[in-house]
Structures are given as structure tokens and as C-alpha cells.
């Protein structure tokens, strides 16, 4: 299937919620104010992964079918919360999440709304401070958007596990823990502070094969070609026997495109070349390392992901990062580093009763095939 998204021109008034909050469903970027709405991601403390730049490059070139229904809440005509969402036809990680929990049949249903990608290191709506209300306004929001563009359920990817989602299962969402991001608080003096704080024997291990791996390399923050980072994803994509749709090459294009104010990428060099990279961005005082990409022919063990990563915090510590997001995956290593497991949660509702029991069922098979692998339900183990 040919992926691809479709926006309708237009915005749709989805109504005052009970608490007097308007909600309006944006159908695509082009419908979206990006300063204003980049604006309500800063300040209620949003990642790239609703940055106005990341839907329009999903937009731009999707892994798979997605219509946009992006979520604005306003109180009277400020806007105060923003929820991305996609009413989702075809995509190879829900696919996949459906064979895992023995429910591949729920695909035939039709579309699912989702806010509002599987891909996203996190998801979920976003309000500014003082306006805490305007969270559950676009929950109600997602219901009634579902119901104006015909899908039979919606729901939130990648909700952190905390309060919120807490209420979600409170309203009857059924939920899964299905992946789990590591983070590293960089908010230290300096590199020798934050080293200090992991156990003596473990730091002396880790400078060891910091050196051993890092014999004829150089690490460094850089901008790839895109081509290079293109080979590079999908080296490892190949070596880990992951399809490429999940990263196809136009959608790899499009984000590395558009989100390039934001880059930080690290890239370790031999004299050939780029042999392996950690793709990221920063936005606020976060700094996310979103897929990783090798060379695989000449490090088949990913050699250099020790001094890649000392590289990477250590470069946190010292500019304005207070937050370095290492993703999904290779948790090991990542928790040796000091990084803490932020588990990421499914939820997902439906208005017909008698298929809320299918998505109950779904989300406990799902939480029990993440539960059997320390990487969740990721299929690329070195892929943040």
C-alpha cells in the first residue's frame, strides 16, 4: 500500500465541552497556526514529537495511512491545549501490535484514532500551566472527532504511566504497558559530576570500553547527509530483520528535512566515512535520540554505541539540555549509564460496549508480549 495522507482544507467546530472549553479538530498542519501551537508545546512541556516541523514531515511522507485530526483547545478564543492526532488507515507498528496480541482481525474494523503515533517517543494532549482542565477537554475532544471521522475506537500512544493515564483507566480505557523510553536528568555541574554518580566499578568498566571501542573513531554532533543517515537507519533496520516500511526512506527524508532547526545528531566517523549515528533532535531543554543507524558490515556488534553515548551525555551536561531522552530499546546498556525506564502506555476506547471487551482483551495479550522482552514491543533492539 501506498502510503500516503489525506487533508481535507478545512476545520471542523467540534463544540464546548461541559466546562466551557471550545474544541476545534485541525485537518492537517496547513489548518494549524505553527507558532502558536509550537508555543502551547513549549510551555506546557512538550517534546519534538509535536513540534508543528514533526506533523508536517509525518504528514509529508507517513510509514503507512494516517489522516491528520489534530486537537486545538480554547478558552474563549485563546488557545490553551493541543492534542496531535491521526485518524490511522494502515500503519506497520499497529499492525504489528495487533498480530502480537493475537488480534489481527481488529485492523478489519476500519480506522482507529490515534493520538498519535506509534513511532513518537511520547503522545497525549498538552495544556498550558493554569489550564489543567483543557487536558480532559481534549480527551473529550478525541471521542467526539472519532465519532465525526467514523473510527470505531480512539485512543493515546505512548502516554507516560502517570496520573493521567491513571484517569484514563478510571473512564474505561483499556491499557497496556507496551514500551518503555530511558531518560537521563543531565542537570549536573559538569560531566565529572554526573560520572561520579554511577558506582565506581561500573564507571571504570564502561571508560574501559569506552577506549576499547573507540580506536579509530571519532564521535562527533554533526548533520548527515541525508543519504548517510538513510543507509545508516537502514543497515540496521536489515541486520535486525525489521521491515523497512516501518522507517521508509521518503518519511526518513522528510523529518531529517523539516527538523533540521532542531537537530542534534551524533555521529561516529572512521576515515571512510560515517559508520554509525544516533538521529535526535532538542527542543526546549529536551534532547531526544529517536532511531540509531550502523554500518553493519564493518561493526556488526555496534562497536561504537559506548563512546556515542558517553559522547551524548556528556554533551547534554554541558549545553542547555536538562532532559536526554535515549528512547526505546537496548535497555541494558542505557540503564548502566544511569538512565531511568519512563514505561510508555496504550490506551484505547471504544463508544460500542460490545467491543470494549476486544480491546480489554488486546491490551492484556499486548502488555504480556512486552512483558516477555526487555525492549517492549520494539522489534529493533539498537533503534531508539
Not at 470505531?152 to 497496556?176: E, K, V
Not at 548502566?336 to 471487551?357: E, H, I, N, S
Request: hydrophobic content about 45%.
Amino acid at each position: 500500500m501506498t502510503s500516503r495522507t489525506t487533508t481535507p482544507p478545512r476545520s471542523i467546530d467540534l463544540g464546548e465541552t461541559a466546562d466551557g472549553h471550545r474544541l476545534a479538530l485541525a485537518r492537517g498542519v496547513a489548518d494549524i497556526d505553527g507558532e502558536v501551537w509550537n508555543d502551547i508545546v513549549r510551555r506546557s512541556g512538550g517534546t519534538i514529537f509535536y513540534s508543528r516541523e514533526w506533523l508536517a514531515a509525518f504528514e509529508e511522507a507517513p510509514p503507512g495511512e494516517f489522516e491528520p485530526a489534530h486537537l486545538l483547545a480554547y478558552r474563549g478564543d485563546d488557545p490553551v491545549g493541543v492534542c496531535p492526532a491521526y485518524l490511522v488507515h494502515h500503519c506497520p507498528r499497529l499492525d504489528y501490535a495487533y498480530s502480537l496480541g493475537g488480534s489481527a482481525s481488529l485492523r478489519e474494523r476500519g480506522p482507529l484514532l490515534l493520538a498519535h503515533s506509534l513511532a513518537a517517543l511520547r503522545g497525549g494532549p498538552l495544556a498550558l500551566p493554569g489550564h489543567a482542565g483543557a487536558v480532559q477537554a481534549l480527551v473529550d475532544g478525541l471521542e467526539r472527532a472519532a465519532a465525526s471521522l467514523g473510527a470505531w475506537a480512539w485512543g493515546i500512544a505512548n502516554l507516560p504511566a502517570d496520573a493521567f493515564a491513571g484517569r484514563l483507566m478510571g473512564q474505561g480505557y483499556a491499557t497496556a504497558h507496551v514500551s518503555t523510553a530511558y531518560r537521563i536528568d543531565t542537570t549536573y555541574a559538569g560531566p565529572a559530576e554526573y560520572w561520579a554518580t554511577l558506582p565506581g566499578r561500573r564507571r571504570r568498566k564502561l571508560w574501559r570500553e569506552q577506549r576499547l571501542r573507540a580506536e579509530g573513531l571519532t564521535v562527533t554532533e554533526s548533520v548527515p547527509e541525508t543519504g548517510t543517515l538513510v543507509r545508516l537507519a537502514h543497515e540496521l533496520l536489515a541486520a535486525h530483520g525489521t521491515p523497512i516500511e516501518v522507517f521508509p526512506a521518503a518519511y526518513l527524508r522528510a523529518l531529517h528535512r523539516h527538523l533540521r532547526p532542531y537537530e542534534r545528531t551524533v555521529v561516529a566517523a572512521d576515515d571512510a566515512g560515517a559508520v554509525a549515528m544516533f538521529a535526535g533532535w532538542q527542543f526546549g531543554a529536551e534532547w531526544s535520540l529517536w532511531i540509531a543507524g550502523l554500518r553493519t558490515a564493518d561493526h556488526p556488534a555496534f562497536e561504537p554505541y559506548h563512546t556515542m553515548l558517553a559522547h551524548t551525555i556528556e554533551a547534554a551536561v554541558t549545553t542547555d539540555a536538562r532532559v536526554l531522552d535515549l528512547g526505546r530499546g537496548n535497555a541494558p546498556i542505557k540503564r548502566r549509564y544511569g538512565a531511568v525506564g519512563t514505561p510508555l502506555m496504550l490506551a484505547v476506547k471504544t463508544a460500542d460496549r460490545r467491543q470494549d471487551a476486544l480491546l480489554h482483551a488486546w491490551c492484556r495479550r499486548l502488555e504480556s508480549a512486552a512483558r516477555a522482552s526487555a525492549d517492549g514491543l520494539e522489534v529493533v533492539s539498537r533503534c531508539c
